[in-house]
């Protein structure tokens, strides 16, 4: 029997394991009002757009909705605008960051738990703030060409520094 729930542990470990070697999604969401403002949120201290990890048994968009609710609004008209490959000097397995564009329709900011702080910034303000020139490279792109869908691969050191390993692309 000992033997038995040894193997067994062995097993369940490796299995834990491998699956943390795997690579994964993150959801972006720039979310426009009709101001032609975007949202953002504090996190950590760092002014960004709204993200989620993407490891749920529910639909992109279902994820999308819950990802805009979790901050008190709906919104309209998503639509998928880059695709982007990260791969993180302190990681061994990449990420696909999902960039997704959305018009607010409704509701009142719930600034989430993980959060410090939610706001509407002009587009101007908010590259301005954001700290972090993968994202502000990523949303300026969309933002000058909101009808493309975007790929490219980015590398990021531990020291916030980044390199295209594939300059932006477009994807059709």
């Not at 939610?118 to 301005?128: D, N, R, Y």
């Not at 691969?153 to 994807?171: H, P, R, V």
């Amino acid at each position: 029997m000992k033997h038995y729930i040894f193997m067994l542990t062995v097993f369940l470990y490796s299995l834990q394991s491998i699956a943390q070697q795997d690579n994964y999604s993150f959801i972006k969401l720039i979310v426009f009002n009709n101001n032609d403002e975007v949202m953002l949120v504090k996190w950590n201290g760092a002014w960004e757009i709204p993200g989620t990890r993407y490891n749920q048994p529910i639909t992109i968009s279902k994820q999308i909705d819950t990802l805009a609710a979790e901050h008190g609004i709906f919104v309209e008209n998503k639509k998928l605008n880059g695709l982007f490959t990260f791969e993180y000097e302190n990681r061994p397995t990449l990420t696909i960051m999902h960039y997704y564009t959305a018009f607010y329709e409704k509701g009142n900011f719930t600034v989430p738990k993980s959060c410090e702080d939610i706001g509407w910034f002009t587009i101007e303000k908010a590259l301005s703030i954001i700290p972090y020139q993968e994202m502000k490279l990523i949303i300026s792109k969309i933002i000058k060409n909101k009808n493309n869908l975007w790929g490219g691969a980015i590398k990021k050191w531990n020291d916030g520094s980044i390199e295209f390993s594939e300059e932006f692309y477009e994807l059709k």
